[in-house]
T-cell receptor, first 115, second 112 residues
């Protein structure tokens, strides 16, 4: 149980375009989802936290207008990288938790390459 | 949340026990110790967590010192698939999910 999927697993796009990444909890209802970013040879850095039906809470230094997060249902959250640039190339990972559960269950990640 | 210190890398022979240490000398009484691992180019995987008693599950054992200032994750029979970065995280357990702070972790390499 507690499986989280992400789609796509990798994506290559041109600079200036927008990319949407989906995060789904497959066998549980996720009241909270988290989005992390990981650059090569670095650790995971939290970007934002989203609760179903509420606006996401962004970490300091993360542009909310550039990284749009939607958590419209208990099983789906999306991250849209708007007007992507090469410096946005990274490994994006989501995780999900359900009510009263502390553990986070992570998706497999999405590798974004912006040319 | 308390800060943790881990060695940057370790090697372990296949089939032997891998003992990964973690120092958390500033841990508070209500903070749990969590271990996750991340295999290359994958999302992190939960391993185990504990408060003060030793814990064991199908993946690993967690040994926490009596003063709770350090802990050791034990993989009893390491395999090549255990090669990963292991993260020790200290966090208060409370209702409602909170973010996890991933430090630099320990890169474990299991050698054939």
């Amino acid at each position: 149980g507690a499986v989280v999927s992400q789609h796509p697993s990798w994506v290559i796009c041109k600079s200036g375009t927008s990319v949407k990444i989906e995060c789904r909890s497959l066998d549980f209802q996720a009241t909270t989802m988290f989005w992390y970013r990981q650059f090569p040879k670095q650790s995971l850095m939290l970007m934002a936290t989203s609760n179903e039906g509420s606006k996401a809470t962004y970490e300091q230094g993360v542009e909310k207008d550039k990284f749009l997060i939607n958590h419209a249902s208990l099983t789906l959250s999306t991250l849209t990288v708007t007007s992507a640039h090469p410096e946005d190339s990274s490994f994006y990972i989501c995780s999900a938790s359900f009510s009263r559960e502390i553990l986070q269950y992570f998706g497999p990640g999405t590798r974004l390459t912006v040319l | 949340d308390a800060k943790t210190t881990q060695p940057p890398s370790m090697d372990c022979a296949e089939g032997r026990a891998a003992n990964l240490p973690c120092n958390h000398s500033t841990i508070s009484g209500n903070e749990y110790v969590y271990w996750y691992r991340q295999i290359h180019s994958q999302g992190p995987q939960y391993i185990i967590h504990g408060l003060k008693n030793n814990e064991t599950n199908e993946m690993a054992s967690l040994i926490i010192t009596e003063d709770r200032k350090s802990s050791t994750l034990i993989l009893p029979h390491a395999t090549l698939r255990d090669t990963a970065v292991y993260y020790c995280i200290v966090r208060v357990e409370q209702t409602g999910a909170n973010n996890l702070f991933f430090g630099t972790g320990t890169r474990l390499t299991v050698i054939p």
